[in-house]
């Protein structure tokens, strides 16, 4: 399942959450983060339960953005125990996607 995160949910679904975390920080206006869109979905389905993988919109939710110094999107932000972990920045293979979803399990 790919969960939306938001302003709103942002604490209590990654910060508070029992599982590793993978936010995908993206705009619908971003060629890449389109093109990224379905894998991001497939890795959800495929790590359902053993990590929540998600999306966060930046233009509607620029107040996130800023807090995590998002300055090019898409980034893909793994967070474990409410703290981030690892960053990655740019479209990518997913092959790619999915060795780097590996480590932060590993972490």
């Known amino acids: 399942m790919e969960y939306k995160f938001t302003t709103d949910n942002f604490d209590a679904e990654v910060l508070q959450a ?8 993206y705009s619908d206006r ?13 890795i959800a ?6 990590m929540k993988v998600g999306k966060c919109n930046t233009d509607e939710n620029m107040q996130l953005a800023m ?6 999107i898409p980034t893909f932000m793994f967070f474990k125990a409410g703290k981030p972990t690892a960053v990655y920045v740019g479209a990518m293979q997913e092959s790619e996607l999915k060795e780097k979803v590996e480590q932060a399990l590993l972490k």
């Open 18 to 25: 029992d599982m590793p975390v993978l936010v995908d920080f």
């Open 30 to 42: 971003c060629m890449p983060c389109r093109m990224m869109a379905p894998i991001v979905e497939k």
């Open 67 to 72: 807090n995590y110094r998002i300055s090019s």
């Open 45 to 50: 389905e495929e790590y359902d339960g053993r």
